[in-house]
């Protein structure tokens, strides 16, 4: 007994220190993915944003790495998709996933979030990305199969959407069923002032207040882990008539005198999945 101690104490020390090398070799790998996606040419018109989407400080916040199957909710003109596809890599995978369409959908968005699954794929190939495969749908066209096989679920400056629309409750119960048991849900949306109220923040500015949005998410099953404010801007002023629009990029109402605050103060939210 005695002669075996020293060995059983040596070899607890050194596991560890083992899982410790694979860790630092793991977020070497993913910091070099993640430098070789930002940099590359296909990205040339994107990066203008990345001083203020700061892509790879939050995707590392959201704990997203090459190989994870990863959701990203509204893709919309796809910029983070252009970031997500080279960076997820060949053993990843890409989901686009817009909003189930429904008797109750606005007509005004069933053109803008119809129809994904048919669209988006072709798409994504006119941008010529190497990297994972990319499906998408509609969330209504999703199969059981696909529930507990997902990584991460992102959702960048959507929320907002899904609250003045009325779909909150089901889109976010349909991420959750989506997520692993270890699964994240991650989260960029505009942030009103604390003492903004219920009239301008209900989504049809584009501004929600933070603690607003950690309740309706920890509701529907998911339990705050973190925030950062990697993409907080003091600048805005998150008070406009015509709402966040006014802000670069969008500039709805062409006030110049805005350019300078540039985009929206941002908050960054991690939700882990509750079973």
């Known amino acids: 007994m005695r002669t075996f101690l020293p060995i059983a104490a040596a070899l607890a020390m050194a596991v560890p220190a083992h899982a410790g090398h694979h860790e630092k070799a793991a977020g070497s790998q993913a910091e070099t993915a993640m430098q070789s996606t930002l940099a590359d040419t296909r990205r040339d018109k994107d990066r203008a944003r990345d001083g203020f989407r700061h892509p790879a400080q939050t995707l590392e916040f959201f704990k997203v790495t090459p190989g994870m199957t990863v959701v990203d909710y509204m893709p919309g003109s796809g910029w983070y998709t252009r970031v997500l596809v080279p960076y997820l890599g060949a053993q990843g995978r890409y989901i686009g996933l817009n909003p189930a369409i429904t008797p109750a959908t606005p007509k ?3 053109g803008y979030i119809g129809g994904l699954r048919e669209k988006f794929p072709a798409k994504a190939k006119e ?18 199969a696909m529930n507990g096989t997902v990584d991460r679920a992102l959702i960048f400056r959507g929320m907002h959407n899904l609250h003045r629309f009325g ?5 976010l119960s349909r ?4 997520l692993s048991d270890d699964g994240m849900l991650g989260i960029v949306q505009h942030r009103a002032k604390p003492w903004a109220d219920g009239v301008y923040t209900n989504g049809h500015k584009g501004y929600m207040r933070q603690k607003d949005v950690i309740g309706l998410v920890e509701a529907h099953g998911f339990a705050l882990v973190a925030t950062s404010e990697v993409n907080a801007n003091p600048k805005d002023a998150a008070d406009y008539k ?7 990029p969008v500039m ?6 805005l350019r300078p605050t540039g985009e929206s103060d941002r908050m960054t939210l991690l939700f882990r999945k509750r079973t």
Do not use: C, F, I, S
């Open 108 to 110: 005004r968005l069933v």
């Open 242 to 248: 015509d709402g966040v629009w006014e802000l670069p």
């Open 167 to 171: 779909m909150m409750h089901a889109e």
């Open 175 to 178: 991420l959750h069923a989506l």
């Open 127 to 144: 941008w010529k990305l190497t990297g994972a495969p990319v499906e998408a749908y509609n969330t209504d066209q999703l199969t059981d």
């Open 252 to 257: 709805r109402t062409k006030r110049e005198a």
